[in-house]
Nanobody
Framework: QARLVESGGGMVQPGGSLRLSCAVS?????????MGWFRQAPDKAREGIAF?????DTKYRDAVKDRFIVSKTKDILYLEMNNLKYEDTGTYYC???????????????????????WGQGTQVTVSS
């Protein structure tokens, strides 16, 4: 069983930056072939925003492309968030699974039900 613990959330002004961390324990990152981040805004469904596979290839939701960067070390997953906007406000969740992110010729990362491991979430608030 993998354990995921997020940190780094907080309040930031529009245009600011934050870096979220997800510490992985009980297993190593190399055992988790598909990792990434979901977020959930108030009264909205969870949405996938950034993913990284076992080769280090990445996939982003269009709304965060060119502003967010997902990366990982052997035991931590990161999400670097730049030029934050009001609509980035929400609870951010680290997710992981032992299945492949990319198979059958496509990235298959957007369904939250496909992830066995979830962190507890960290709040990001973008406000002036």
């Amino acid at each position: 069983q993998a354990r995921l613990v997020e940190s780094g959330g907080g309040m930031v002004q529009p245009g600011g930056s934050l870096r979220l961390s997800c510490a992985v324990s009980e297993v190593t990152v190399s055992d988790l072939y598909c990792m990434g981040w979901f977020r959930q805004a108030p009264d909205k469904a969870r949405e996938g925003i950034a993913f990284i596979d076992n080769y280090g290839d990445t996939k982003y939701r269009d709304a965060v492309k060119d502003r967010f960067i997902v990366s990982k070390t052997k035991d931590i997953l990161y999400l670097e968030m730049n030029n934050l906007k009001y609509e980035d406000t929400g609870t951010y969740y680290c997710v992981a699974d032992k299945r492949l992110c990319f198979h059958g010729g496509a990235w298959r990362v957007w369904n939250p039900s496909d992830y066995k491991y979830w962190g507890q979430g960290t709040q990001v608030t973008v406000s002036s």
